[in-house]
């Protein structure tokens, strides 16, 4: 079992930034895939940016290419999401998810194919 908690979110105006980091209570967190989804209300979970276990390949959605960077630190278990540019459609609230398994490079775009979610953080940009 693993548990992820989320940190880092907060109110930010049209074109800030946040970092969003998430901790991961494993002693084999470089045995995991992560990845960044988002849940805006009304809408359906998904998918931001994934990292494979080493951090060698990384992956995101058209919609935040070039403004997000998801990293990790296998040393220390965390895995962070840096939003530069921020804009109002992106408000949302944010999980960090875990896949255990799978590709040693391979990144994941689809939340069935993760393990675990922490709860989120709420990330809200004012216009």
């Known amino acids: 079992q693993v548990q992820l908690v989320e940190s880092g979110g907060g109110l930010v105006q ?3 930034s946040l970092r ?3 901790a991961a209570s494993t002693r084999t967190f470089s045995n995991y895939a992560m990845g960044w989804f988002r849940q805006a209300p009304g809408k359906e979970r998904e998918f ?3 990292i494979s276990k080493t951090g060698s390949r990384t ?8 403004r997000f960077t998801i990293s990790r630190d ?3 278990n965390t895995v962070n ?3 530069n540019s921020l804009k109002p459609e992106d408000t949302a609230v944010y999980y960090c998810t875990a896949k255990v398994g799978g590709s040693y490079f391979g990144y994941y ?3 069935a194919e993760y393990d675990y979610w922490g709860q989120g953080t ?3 940009v004012s216009s």
Request: with cysteine.
């Open 20 to 22: 969003l980091s998430c």
């Open 81 to 83: 999401l840096q939003m």
């Open 122 to 124: 709420q990330v809200t």
């Open 14 to 16: 049209t074109g800030g």
């Open 48 to 50: 931001v940016a994934g």
């Open 59 to 66: 992956g995101y959605a058209d919609s935040v290419k070039g």
């Open 109 to 111: 775009s689809r939340s």
């Open 74 to 76: 296998n040393a220390k």
